[in-house]
């Protein structure tokens, strides 16, 4: 019993080590506009202003286009500041669920 609990542990560390910190870059946005741009929804005069009215009203995350994929952001506050800006997310990637625990957040250079 003791040596399945330690196997146990160990493979449990091993997977967690094996995910390694990255930076990814994109725009923050919101999963409902994500792909298709803001100029269906157009809740406010700006993308920023219909990335923040669509997490307000219509429930929506904050995720980090690339282009090609959405990832939502673990971090559901921070994002805020940065929304339709191009950013780095610092933090790790969970591929199953295409979230990234975000460690942190800044502006693009």
Excluded at 9 to 36: E, M, N, P, Y
Excluded at 41 to 62: E, F, L, N, W
């Amino acid at each position: 019993m003791k040596r399945t609990l330690v196997v146990g542990l160990l493979s449990v560390t091993g997977l967690s080590a094996a995910q390694s910190t990255q930076t990814f870059t994109g725009t923050i946005t919101d999963d409902l506009c994500a792909k298709a741009g803001h100029a269906s929804m157009r809740m406010g005069p700006t993308d920023a202003d219909c990335t923040k009215a669509c997490i307000v009203s219509h429930g929506a995350q904050y995720v980090l286009f690339d282009g090609t994929d959405a990832y939502i952001l673990s971090d559901q506050q921070a994002p805020e500041k940065f929304a339709a800006q191009k950013v780095a997310v610092v933090g790790t990637l969970d591929a199953k669920t295409k979230t990234i625990r975000v460690q942190s957040i800044s502006a693009a250079k």
